[in-house]
């Protein structure tokens, strides 16, 4: 069988590998081991790095990987690029498997940043923010005097935790209903946001659309030159080598 590594927990990752694994290839799926309780996809489940770019072609040639999709976290620009360059190394084909972002539509009041930082330097008091750019951030954001955070992140983030952040735990798929609720409980008039994009926690920007919430978007990092790109998982499965 043709051995394919898939590198990422996306729900693409997920989907990816129970379609090549259907077609009977040799599936890896390499999560990075960030989320305590990680959905695991079918096949074989590498969990942790590789150690670098050196390590990761090692990895591919002793493991005789014939493809490589890196189906990573849209803002997962470190693995990106390694993944990139350790293909290139090894001559192992890889394709970038990335789903769509967002787009603003009629009603919406977006403002776009191209990074976390520049989204914390966008807050002024007395904003009541609804934080949605993973628990690793939050020392981004909390320095800003005056401003109240509703964090939310699938782990609970380091101790201790800010007098001004209250953190709610979650995993997509949301309901628009459910946002709305979470949006008029917290009385929350921004919400700051990674371009992440899919169904999953597209949500928040409908309940936000209505309610006449702010959103601060953070665009997603750059892909490094000469990628091949596939928007869907229908798309990358067809690109796997037969």
């Known amino acids: 069988m043709r051995r394919v590594l898939i590198l990422g927990g996306t729900a693409e990752a997920r989907a990816l590998a129970q379609v090549l694994v259907e077609r009977g290839y040799d599936v890896v799926s390499s999560l990075a081991g960030r989320v305590e309780r990680p959905r695991l996809p079918v096949g074989e489940v590498h969990i942790g790095g590789f150690g670098g770019v050196d390590g990761l072609a090692s990895w591919l040639r002793e493991h005789e990987i014939a493809a490589m ?86 782990d609970p983030p380091s101790a201790p935790v800010p007098d001004n952040v209250r953190v709610v735990l979650g995993r997509g798929p949301y309901t628009i209903e459910g946002e709305r609720a979470l949006l008029r409980e917290h009385r929350l008039d921004t919400l700051v946001t990674k371009d992440s994009g899919g169904r999953l926690t597209m949500a928040k920007l409908a309940a936000a659309r209505e309610l006449g919430v702010h959103v601060i978007m953070v665009d997603r990092p750059p892909l490094p030159p000469g990628l091949r790109l596939a928007d869907t998982v229908a798309e990358a499965a067809a690109w796997v080598p037969g």
Do not use: K, N, Y
């Not at 189906?71 to 390694?82: D, K």
């Not at 394709?95 to 002024?124: H, K």
């Open 69 to 154: 999709v890196d189906a990573t976290h849209p803002f997962a620009a470190r693995m990106t690029a390694s993944a990139a360059e350790a293909g290139a190394r090894t001559g192992v084909p890889s394709l970038v498997l990335r789903r769509p972002g967002w787009r603003e539509e009629p009603g919406d009041s977006w403002q776009r940043v191209p990074s976390l930082e520049a989204a914390a330097g966008a807050l002024a008091a007395p904003m009541r923010i609804f934080l949605t750019t993973g628990r690793r951030s939050l020392p981004v954001f909390t320095p800003v005097p005056g401003v109240w955070f509703l964090a939310r992140s699938v």
